[in-house]
């Protein structure tokens, strides 16, 4: 297979039309959660595990040269940074 030259930003962008035309809707429900999904840009097939790492290996076992992106599933972020929320009022 050769081998496509896409930048950060369009693996993204491919990843993610493919979730919004037709991934979420099967996977944001019940037990997945939470989970992390793993894209692949060009094809959009998809894996869902926990942490990610198993979905990543199951992909670029199927295509080495895969194009991935990971996110949370029903989440805006992927992980998050410790610390606390404080009010703060002048």
Do not use: C, H
Request: without cysteine.
């Amino acid at each position: 297979m050769q081998a496509i030259f896409w930048t950060v930003e369009e693996v993204a962008q491919r990843a993610k039309q493919f979730y919004d035309r037709g991934i979420r809707q099967e996977v944001e429900q019940g037990d997945n959660l939470g989970k992390m999904i793993v894209i692949d840009a060009e094809t959009g097939e998809y894996a869902i595990d926990e942490s990610g790492a198993n979905s990543i290996l199951e992909l670029k076992q199927k295509n080495p040269n895969a194009r991935l992106l990971m996110m949370r599933i029903g989440y805006n972020a992927a992980f998050s940074f410790g610390g606390t929320m404080e009010r703060i009022t002048e």
